[in-house]
């Protein structure tokens, strides 16, 4: 079941995020200190549409919906949707969590009426990769590491919504209705890579 976050569901949240990111322990540099903010993904719903899903009574996993018009990396346009922090607990993954999360995500930027759909991620989270190409997300451009890991700008524009949705639903059918379109101004955005490092990370700890 996927359903919008409540406060009570703040420690399991944190713990499945944390879970989740934690087989890239290697991979980033100052790992105390990422992890740190990783385990303070609740605090995302303070400025987005925080979806969590549920198995048995119990988060398994989660992700959120940055909507037109709220708070978001300068890397994206401020009237497109956003997708954050998709997570799954390692012992529910390969159950579908993932793709029923990204489907509510992108359900919410339908109604929203966005004109595309950003996300950034990188090669190591590979089966995430995977995901969003499969359903037509294409890769934009590169963006400055993060704490020594590659990442890039990914873009689904809202043409190809319906069909992504069509694909998460039904895994096995064809993709050829997925128009991999980017928006005109989806080249425009210049940004520091000062700006881009801090957008990349997670909240600071709130006082």
Not at 142 to 153: C, F, H, M, S, W
Request: no cysteine; charged share 20%.
């Amino acid at each position: 079941m996927i359903r919008d976050y409540v406060e009570a569901d703040r420690a399991a949240v944190n713990a499945v995020a944390l879970a989740a990111f934690a087989q890239y322990a290697g991979d980033y540099e100052d790992w105390p200190t990422f992890s740190a903010g990783i385990a303070r993904m609740a605090d995302l719903a303070a400025d987005g549409d925080l979806l969590v899903a549920e198995r048995g009574g119990v988060v398994a996993g989660a992700v959120v919906h940055v909507g037109p018009g709220r708070p978001r990396s300068a890397i994206f346009p401020d009237d497109w949707s956003v997708i954050r922090m998709l997570v799954v607990d390692p012992a529910a993954r390969g159950g579908g969590i993932g793709r029923a999360l990204v489907a509510a995500t992108l359900e919410r930027a339908q109604r929203a009426g966005a004109p595309a759909v950003g996300l950034h991620t990188s090669p190591i989270m590979a089966t995430a990769l995977r995901l969003y190409e499969s359903i037509g997300f294409v890769r934009e451009h590169d963006l400055p590491p993060n704490r020594g890991v590659p990442y890039a700008r990914y873009t689904l524009p809202a043409a190809g919504i319906s069909a992504a949705l069509g694909r998460l639903a039904a895994p096995g059918t064809p993709v050829s209705s997925i128009k991999n379109v980017v928006p005109a101004q989806a080249g425009a955005q210049v940004v520091r890579a000062a700006e881009v490092q801090a957008e990349l990370g997670f909240p600071p700890a709130r006082e």
